[in-house]
Every structure is written in C-alpha cells, then in structure tokens.
C-alpha cells in the first residue's frame, strides 16, 4: 500500500507543476511597434444616383431603296465616314431608262402636233372672219329685200358653221395644251424615279450597317444602310421612377464610358414621359460631348448629383482586400485588432465605411510591414 502512494506522488507532482507554469501568450514578450493613426470620421459627401444606360446616336437613318430592283454597285463599306451626298448604292435603271425615253417620245409627239392645231386654229379663225362679214354684207342686202330669204338663210349657216370650226380649233388647242402638260409630268415623274436608283447619303456621318451586297434585289422599305451622324451621340440610361423626381432637363450630369477612360461632362436634353411596364424605370437622354471615340452601344454610367450626405469615412488605402473581403487595422488599448468592414463609395482618396467601424476608431495608418492583428502597438502622433 505506502508503494502505490509513493508511485502516485511524482505523477500529481508533475500535474500540478503544468497546471501552475502556463505558457505566456507572444505578445506578452514582444516589444511594442510604433504606429501612427487616423480617426474614422463623419464626412458630407456629396448624394449622386447612378444610372446605367447605352449609346446611342443623336441622329440615325436606315437607308432603304424607293423602287424594286436590282442593286448594281455599293459603294460603302461598314465604318466608312460619308458625306453629305455622297453616292452610297446605285440600282439597275434598264427598265427605269426605258419609262424614261416611253416619256420623252410621248412628249416630243405631243408638241410636234401644236404647231399643226396652231393652223388650225388660224385658218378656222380666218374663215370665221371672213363668214362674219359675208354675213354683214348679205343681211344688208336682206333687209333691202335684194336677197331671198334662202340666200340670206344660207349664208347664216355659213357663219355658224364657221364659227363652230373656229371653236372646235380652239377646243383641240387646249386639249393639246393638256396632253402636252401630261406628259411633261410623266418625264418628271420618271426623271425622279430613275433618281431614286441612285441612294445617297442624306446627311454626313458613319456607316454602322450594310446588310445589301451587289446583285441583290432591292424591294421597298427593304434597309440597304444603317447610316448615324458623325460625332452626335447620347446616353440614353434608365432611371428608378423614384428618383425621376430630382432629374431635370439641363441638369450637368458626369458620365463614365467603358472605353473612354476620362470622365465625361454632358447635361440631360430629355426625359422620356412612358415608364417601362417590366423594369420600372424612364428613359432619361443625356447628350455627349463630341469625341472621336464614342460609338454606337458602348455601355455608360451616368451619376446625377442629389445633393448631400453624411458617411462615415476612412483612407482608401487604409483599407486591405483579402479576395472579396475588406479589412482595417484598428488600435484598442495598445493592441492592434482587424476587423472586417463593408466599403461603399469611394471620393478622391477616401472610402466609405458602411459597417464595421464607428465614428472615433483609431485606424493604424500607414500600418507598418509585417503588422499582425494582435501586435502589440504604441500610438505616437
């Protein structure tokens, strides 16, 4: 029995020994790191809306042919810059040119006829005369009973008969005046519609689509081109019903463009009234400074100015990223702790701290190389 005491004795020796001596934890050891720090604080920044939107040209045409035929020759290619008038596509005008010359024949027909009724009408009107004072004569002689009642009888139907010719004369003379106006008509009317097989542009700018090549059937209302006028461009960004109320026409807008890489500034030239039924939002279009590298369909952001806010902000380079995690270095009681926060917009150099930190926290900024959470730190100013 006192051996099996004297066996136990040194076994709870040894526990009561690891029970008393715990191992200090690192900091305890370490020598404290100087730091310096900024106070997290409340900012007024300025309340923007942010809306996304597409570009799009202030000014569009899609170019299609008037008339059914055959496209001849295109003379532009996709992103060519055209001018005003400058000849893009011409169509097959055989059938057009032969209507054309069926017009002048008829007209040259017609006015060939005009001096053959202008006789006409002279020799009717010189019988008519001559039938007028034959008739003078005659009644003269009737009333001075020189004459039978047949002769004078006859000579009265002369005079109509004279008379009717002369009209008649006359009647075919504007007739021919009308045919003749007819067919002026019809060689303008085919003059233009052989203009129409040659399609020009209708104003200066670029061509964006040609869906047409050579040998192909041009019908009407059929898209040849898709022409868009040079360097007139807009944002056209869909705006939340509830924040149509703080956007005015003519208000400054700043927008940003995937490609262009400065901020560009623009005002809003209109609002669409009709709210889309599916994302319940409103057309507002923003008109773009010219430049060179704006394009049909680049995606855009626009940030309409609301006024302002109070945020709580910190140094944007105070703040490290770990993936899609964000975190600061904060001094408490000597300690430095991270702490995970949520960022929200960034102003300049500074970032916005929506969770995780309150106004008054000491970040450690700059945080020194090698700085862990736990470290032991010394503020200094």
């Not at 300025?46 to 299609?64: E, M, N």
């Not at 009737?142 to 006359?170: G, P, T, V, W």
């Not at 702490?339 to 945080?367: H, N, Q, W």
Request: aromatic residues 4%; hydrophobic residues 45%.
């Amino acid at each position: 029995m006192t051996k099996s005491w004297l066996l136990l004795i040194p076994g709870a020796t040894w526990l009561v020994g690891c029970g008393s001596a715990p191992p200090e934890k690192p900091q305890s050891s370490q020598q404290a790191i100087a730091v310096s720090t900024v106070t997290a604080a409340t900012e007024t920044w300025p309340s923007t809306y942010v809306a996304a939107g597409t570009v799009r040209a202030r000014t569009s045409a899609v170019i299609a042919a008037r008339l059914s035929a055959y496209v001849r020759e295109v003379r532009v290619h996709t992103g060519d810059q055209v001018t005003e008038g400058q000849m893009l596509v011409t169509l097959d005008t055989r059938d057009l040119d032969i209507a054309a010359h069926r017009a002048e024949a008829a007209r040259e027909e017609v006015r060939t006829a005009v001096p053959e009724a202008d006789s006409a009408v002279t020799a009717a009107q010189a019988n008519f005369d001559l039938a007028k004072v034959t008739f003078g004569r005659m009644q003269d002689l009737f009333q001075k009973k020189s004459i039978s009642n047949q002769e004078f009888d006859e000579c009265s139907a002369r005079l109509k008969a004279a008379q009717a010719a002369y009209d008649m004369a006359q009647a075919r003379r504007v007739q021919l005046n009308s045919k003749l106006a007819q067919a002026e008509q019809e060689v303008r009317a085919a003059e233009v519609m052989r203009s129409y097989a040659d399609v020009r542009a209708p104003f200066a700018g670029v061509v964006v689509s040609k869906p047409v090549d050579p040998g192909a059937l041009a019908l009407p209302g059929a898209p040849l081109l898709t022409l868009e006028r040079s360097r007139a461009y807009r944002l056209e960004a869909s705006v939340g019903e509830s924040h149509l109320g703080a956007i005015r026409i003519g208000q400054p807008v700043s927008v940003a463009l995937d490609g262009v890489d400065r901020t560009l500034d623009a005002r809003v030239s209109e609002i669409v009234p009709e709210v889309d039924a599916a994302s319940r939002a409103y057309t507002v279009k923003i008109d773009l400074p010219a430049m060179s590298a704006l394009r049909s369909g680049l995606f855009g952001r626009a940030t309409f100015p609301l006024g302002t806010r109070q945020v709580l902000a910190v140094p944007a380079a105070a703040v490290a990223e770990h993936g899609q995690l964000q975190s600061v270095l904060v001094a408490d009681n000597g300690i430095a702790h991270s702490r995970l926060i949520t960022a929200g917009e960034k102003l300049k150099d500074r970032v916005e701290v929506l969770s995780g930190l309150t106004a008054g926290d000491k970040l450690i900024f700059p945080a020194p190389q090698g700085l862990v959470d736990g470290a032991r730190v010394e503020v200094r100013p």
